[in-house]
């Protein structure tokens, strides 16, 4: 990518683009296989306590986090996703944030930071910064679980195949260019583990991975 006008265009178009998708967003989701593994393991994970999740969208997942948490504070840059997930899990015990995340500052600790299909899209020059924020997002013995996938088509790929810049577009055809940065689970896990962090990533049977765990004992992670 260019300068760092160029970045903060790129994720305006991005925020752009999920904005306008939000009403026919659950016609793009991928049906393929793996989902059903994340679904379990996020069960298994048990993310009690208070519950941050990151890019909430439509609210995917605010219902199966409820399920466990006291409560749930939901952030997301999209009016149209935020009123979504709204009309999907209701307000009781769920507090909408409306922020863009490149600029937001979390008001307190949480137990548990989760976010769905929001790594891939955190353009590799704030990929530090945004673990340096789940960080300051949890509190000391805090736990992190968040899933994803490395999904691109040969025709998203409209700057080759080693750029994360893609091409998606809404069901009428208007392109938008959006970050997807193709992570292989180890290599991911990797990267954490040198950070400071201790997540195990888990690849499933299909392009989904997940991962969980926490930072390592009596380290912060780099900032
Ligand atoms: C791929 S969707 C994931 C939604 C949901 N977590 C899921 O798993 O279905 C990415 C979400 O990130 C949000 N988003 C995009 N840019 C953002 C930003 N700068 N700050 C906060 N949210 C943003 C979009 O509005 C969209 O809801």
Redesign the pocket.
């Known amino acids: 990518m260019g300068g760092r006008d160029d970045l903060a265009g790129l994720?305006d178009e991005?925020?752009g683009?999920?904005?306008a998708v939000?009403a026919e967003?659950d016609d793009h989701?991928l049906a393929l296989p793996g989902g059903g593994e994340v679904v379990a393991a996020l069960e298994a994970f048990r993310p009690a306590g208070r519950v941050l999740?990151?890019?909430?969208?439509?609210?995917?997942?605010t219902g199966q986090l409820l399920r466990h948490a006291t409560d749930v504070t939901a952030?997301?840059?999209?009016a149209?996703?935020l009123g979504i997930a709204e009309g999907r899990v209701g307000r009781e015990r769920v507090r909408f944030v409306l922020?863009?995340?490149?600029?937001?500052r979390p008001d307190g600790r949480y137990d548990v930071v989760f976010?769905?299909?929001?790594l891939?899209?955190v353009p590799p020059e704030r990929f530090a910064a945004f673990w340096s924020l789940v960080a300051d997002c949890l509190r000391p013995d805090g736990r992190v679980f968040f899933?994803d996938d490395g999904y691109r088509t040969v025709e998203e790929l409209i700057e080759g195949e080693d750029s994360p810049v893609v091409q998606r577009r809404l069901t009428d055809g208007t392109a938008y260019r959006i970050v997807k940065v193709p992570y292989q689970p180890e290599d991911l896990e990797r990267r954490l583990d040198r950070m400071g962090w201790q997540i195990k990533v888990h690849a499933t049977a299909g392009p989904f991975y997940w991962g969980a765990g926490n930072h390592a004992p009596g380290e912060r992670p780099l900032r």
């Open positions: 994720l991005q925020a683009f999920y904005r939000a967003y989701a999740e990151l890019a909430c969208g439509p609210g995917t997942w952030v997301d840059a999209s149209e996703m922020a863009d995340l490149f600029e937001w976010f769905g299909f929001w891939s899209h899933a």
